[in-house]
């Protein structure tokens, strides 16, 4: 089980760009491929960013080109670069293992909202 605890949300203005830091608890951590997920109101939570163990990521279109996942096992940490942001990008952000669902324990997430 992971305990994540996400950082570093924000206001920002559109074009902006915000990082995001998630720290997680859990011996296994460094076995785990991880994601962010975001859940903007009214909407369903969804996935928008993944990585591997070994650090192969993978994007939603919808961030493809201006987001960058990366990890750093050794700290237990997994971090969410976002440049060019957009008000549509405006959301709680959550990290969590890759393939979480409601029964998962989640953290509280970080809220960035983007303004135009």
């Known amino acids: 089980q992971v305990q994540p605890v996400e950082f570093g949300g924000g206001w920002v203005q559109a074009g902006g760009s915000l990082r995001l830091s998630c720290q997680a608890s859990g011996s296994i951590f460094s076995l785990l491929p991880m994601a962010w997920y975001r859940q903007a109101p009214g909407n369903q939570r969804e996935m928008i960013a993944s990585?591997?163990?070994?650090?192969?990521?993978d994007y939603a279109n919808s961030v493809k080109g201006r987001f960058n996942i990366s990890r750093d096992n050794n700290k237990n940490t997994v971090y969410l670069q976002m440049n060019s942001l957009k008000p549509e990008d405006t959301a709680v952000y959550y990290c969590n293992r890759l393939g979480a669902n409601e029964a998962t324990a989640w953290g509280r997430g970080t809220q960035v909202t983007v303004s135009s």
């Open positions: 990585i591997t163990s070994g650090g192969t990521a």
